[in-house]
């Protein structure tokens, strides 16, 4: 941005819009894919559930003909695995391509500031202007996606925490029955 902006002194008049609609789509997209990766944790939890049991009871399941109810059941709990997750990977995509849009924005700029400022900016300044510029685009949707994805994997870690301060069901008698 140092680079671009003494190259042409007036792309830093571009770089504070710039810098808040950065900040403005990280600040949609960070609490909305927050919870959908939630949503989608919360939903993979039945799914491990029930295969773990369908595992215990698999000769009960088969012996009473069961399979394609216990089939159909964990179809049902991945499709909502599925939606939760697709959801997910649908907001990535929204923030991918806002953050694309506004790095070819700031290229648009840089090269049309460029060409008008054609007698105070040569040839070389220009080229290196928009040379940065494209880098630049590069590393700040690096730091964005890299951001967001810190702040909702950070899901992870409250799950932990709410299963860490969960009570147990009820304390073991002190004594055993007599037999």
């Known amino acids: 941005m140092v ?3 003494v190259s042409i002194p007036i792309m830093f008049a571009v770089f504070i819009p710039i810098a808040v609609v950065y900040l403005l789509i990280q600040k949609l ?3 909305t894919s927050r919870q959908l990766k939630r949503l989608e944790s919360v939903s993979r939890s039945p799914i491990y559930n029930q295969f773990g049991e369908t595992l215990l009871g698999l ?7 069961k399979s394609e109810t216990f089939i159909g059941y964990n179809q049902g709990l991945t499709d909502d695995n599925v939606r939760s ?18 790095g070819h924005i700031v290229i648009f700029m840089t090269a049309l500031i460029s060409i008008l400022q054609k007698s105070s900016t040569t040839a070389s300044q ?3 202007a928009i040379s940065t510029a494209m880098g630049v685009t590069a590393a700040l949707n690096w730091v964005v996606r890299m ?10 870690v409250e799950r932990v925490n709410e299963y860490s301060v969960l009570k147990n069901g009820a304390p073991p008698p002190n004594q055993h029955p007599a037999s």
Do not use: F, Q
């Not at 951001?147 to 992870?156: A, K």
């Open 3 to 5: 680079t671009i902006g």
């Open 29 to 31: 997209y960070i609490p």
């Open 59 to 65: 000769s009960s399941i088969r012996a009473y003909g």
């Open 85 to 102: 997750y697709y959801m997910n990977i649908t907001s990535n995509r929204w923030l991918s391509t806002r953050l694309e849009i506004i």
């Open 126 to 128: 220009a080229g290196l």
């Open 147 to 156: 951001y967001s994805e810190l702040e909702i994997n950070v899901v992870s």
